[in-house]
């Protein structure tokens, strides 16, 4: 069975500082990894995917990722946040074989970016 | 022209009652899920659909029963409605089944309060 643990249920930081949002996954099989975000009251949107390849990931609004297998983590990371970026961040994975499509989300964790 | 749109945001009702929520789909996708956040903002999985098949179960009780009349549509109907339900529900929807490391698109949620 697959599970997602994201290690900080809420991060506070300051405008322009950089930010990291942990995330630890553990499975018997390969998986994608994901990152989410939810604005107030909106649905889902999704920021970036490690699918093969580069472990680096980049994805929107200046996020990005790092996949580390042995460590098994997909931690994401953004070098200056603003005040936008204050949200819900999920982290997900699913399998890749046999592929149903489902998504195991991780606890999420609350950016509060401050002025 | 939302992608993926939801009715209603909000429902609120008292227990023992039946309510449906709609989800429609304007991309084109053939798979469509039902995700269940709980009041922790916790999300797991309930339903998908494929082309109007149900394909995931997540042991959800049988007073909630989807209904996909096509694929670009996927209702949850939730019969005897409980305390435990009220919840946001999120519609998702994924381009096909089986492509590795497909997105899926979340709509806005539906907020269920159950008195």
């Known amino acids: 069975a697959q599970s997602v643990t994201q290690l900080d249920s809420q991060v506070p930081v300051f405008e322009e500082a950089p930010v990291e949002l942990r995330c630890n996954y553990s499975?018997?099989?390969?998986?994608?990894l994901f990152w989410y975000v939810q604005y107030p009251n909106q649905g889902l949107q999704l920021l970036l995917k490690?699918?093969?390849?580069?472990?680096l990931v980049k994805g929107i609004n200046g996020f990005e990722a790092e996949f580390n297998k042995s460590q098994t983590s997909f931690h994401l990371r953004k070098p200056s946040v603003h005040i936008s970026d204050t949200a819900e961040y999920f982290c997900?994975?699913?399998?890749?074989?046999?592929?149903?499509?489902?998504?195991?989300f991780g606890q999420g964790t609350t950016l509060q970016v401050k002025p | 022209d939302t992608a993926v749109s939801q009715t209603p945001k909000y429902l609120v009702t008292q227990m023992g009652n039946d309510k449906s929520i709609k989800c429609e789909q304007n991309?084109?996708?053939?798979?469509m899920y039902w995700y269940k956040q709980d009041s922790k903002k916790f999300l797991k999985i309930m339903f998908s659909y494929n082309n109007k098949e149900l394909i995931i179960n997540e042991t959800v009780p049988n007073r909630f029963s989807p209904k996909s009349p096509d694929k670009a549509h996927l209702n949850l109907h939730i019969n005897s409605l409980e305390l435990g339900d009220s919840a946001v529900y999120f519609c998702?929807?994924?381009?096909?089944?089986?492509?590795?490391?497909?997105?899926?698109?979340f709509g806005p949620g539906t907020r269920l309060t159950v008195l």
């Open positions: 991309l084109g996708h053939d798979t």
């Open positions: 997900a994975v699913s399998e890749n074989s046999g592929n149903t499509g489902k998504l195991i």
């Open positions: 998702a929807s994924s381009q096909i089944l089986g492509l590795p490391g497909d997105t899926q698109y």
């Open positions: 490690y699918l093969s390849g580069s472990t």
């Open positions: 499975s018997s099989v390969s998986v994608y």
